[in-house]
């Protein structure tokens, strides 16, 4: 059985407010946005979330082609647009830094992304509510607030059992693979895989 996972829901008050959207929709659908937008979570998910979002109304890699090789604009021009999107983005963390669970391989084009994206990064920061685009938080014991017009949340994931209850219950013999045991990484899910395959 693989159910996969589904997102956690932060217990955060006004989750329900139209501005809020969650990362997978905005990952799987890539719904309209508005241009000041906040991501709630620091995780692999929220980074990855911050740079899709940031990078949306860049040019793409055959205009900036164009524009090099017939010297449209100046290099310094062409980088800035490279890296200039329609959207503002601002991550909220409550540790202490982004990217925990990041791969360490990855994890420096990811962080030197978010610069050049020019991404907000508020570490530290613990949501306590959100209302018409508002993000109320709490920082260094101060509580404080933005506004946003929309809000995206990241805060990871958790295991879908649903199916599995209901197999165990029947006393069928099964095994679960992927992110419906822990929620992880693909390289986890493929060796799951592999060892469920070795018992068959």
Known sequence: IAEGAEPAV???????DPAVISAWKVLRESPSLTKNIAIIGGGAVGLETALFVASKGTISPEILHFLFAYDAETPERLRELMFSGTHTVTVFEMLDRIGKDVGKSTKWIVFDNIKRFGIKIITGAKVLSIAGGKVIFEKDGVKKEMQFGNVILASGSRAVKKLSSE????????TTVGDCITPGRINDAIHGGFLAALKI
């Open 10 to 16: 932060p217990p955060v008050d006004g989750i329900d």
């Open 167 to 174: 197999v165990s219950t029947l006393g069928i013999p099964f």
